[in-house]
């Protein structure tokens, strides 16, 4: 699995085989860089040799605006060895940390170099790093990091519009594929504004008094009429800016415990849901909810403070 950071400037290896040897090629792979979901073209580039010039390695610069998003990235490389053509793809998951490697080796006192104590190779804590960010969004239940993906939700008669991701800036709004907002445009066919409620978890809209309450999800007795904007059952897609600007810093300090949990020497008995060690002079039975949160008590504790968040959302 190859992980990249987003807006990051990043190199990517191919090796050119033939009958499973490296060999040369007749000229530097070719890579062709395309959106995973969209197929959209992003990049077309030769590759160059590595430093090393070992035989069939080449690398190639993936620049930063490339990497701008969060996505999947499809990497379709092509080669010629002698009369033959070859072609491979692999693909790079793009993703925002919680926490880079640098902040990791800083914050738990990680030596990057092999001479250094406490030494911990760069691979060995990205992928430690990945792994605790999966556990704490399996955890949460959704992911913090910033993103663009439009959100479905279903109106339930009020004036209120709410769903599960946390919104931080509001573009679009959609109600059963009918363009109903789209701020940039001025495009309004409600005629009312909307406004992100406080706890960033939806939409709302702004009373035309100020101070007055919105009791038009009332409906009424004599005309059975409902004036609520958001429908009981209609289909809302919200487009804009969702999660958070910046990593909270709660799960920043969740994710150095579960690192460290990771990479320390006990861990591999902890991941192979080892319930009891009897070694005569000690005893270790392990809780049940060691298995049902990221592993480490305080992290699910301090992590606490988000889930409730989502149940008040739900």
Not at 225 to 249: C, D, M
Request: proline share 4%; with cysteine.
């Amino acid at each position: 699995m190859i992980e990249v950071y987003a807006g990051s400037s990043t190199k990517i290896n191919v090796t050119t085989y033939y009958n499973g040897e490296p060999t040369e090629p007749v000229e530097a792979p070719q890579a062709v860089v395309r959106d995973a979901s969209t197929d959209n073209i992003l990049l077309v580039e030769y590759s160059e040799q590595t430093e090393d010039a070992y035989v069939g390695e080449y690398e190639l610069l993936l620049p930063a605006n490339v990497t701008s998003l969060e996505r999947i990235l499809k990497v379709e490389w092509e080669y010629q060895i002698g009369e033959e053509y070859f072609n491979s793809i692999e693909y790079i998951y793009v993703t925002t940390p919680y926490l880079t490697v640098d902040e990791i080796i800083l914050e738990l006192g990680f030596s990057p170099y092999p001479e250094g104590p406490n030494y911990q190779p760069f691979e060995k804590i990205h992928s430690a790093a990945r792994a605790a960010r999966m556990l704490i969004n399996n955890y949460l239940g959704f992911s913090l990091t910033q993103n663009t993906n439009p959100v479905v939700t279903y109106g339930n008669n009020t004036d209120v519009l709410s769903f599960t991701e946390r919104i931080i800036e509001f573009k679009k709004l959609y109600e059963n594929d009918q363009l109903i907002i789209d701020i940039d445009a001025g495009v309004n066919n409600w005629g009312v504004d909307l406004e992100i409620t406080e706890t960033n978890s939806g939409l709302r809209v702004i009373p035309s008094t100020a101070g007055e309450d919105i009791q038009e999800s009332e409906v009424s007795r004599v005309l059975n009429i409902n004036n609520s904007r958001f429908k009981n059952g209609y289909r809302y897609k919200i487009e804009g800016t969702f999660g958070y600007k910046v990593i909270p810093l709660e799960v920043r300090q969740a994710m150095l415990l579960i690192v460290n949990d990771l990479l320390c020497n006990d861990s591999i008995w902890r991941s192979k849901y080892v319930k009891k060690i009897d070694t005569g002079q000690m005893s270790v039975e392990l809780s049940s909810l060691a298995f049902s949160g990221t592993g480490n008590a305080v992290a699910d504790a301090i992590l606490q403070k988000f889930k409730m968040i989502q149940l008040v959302i739900i």
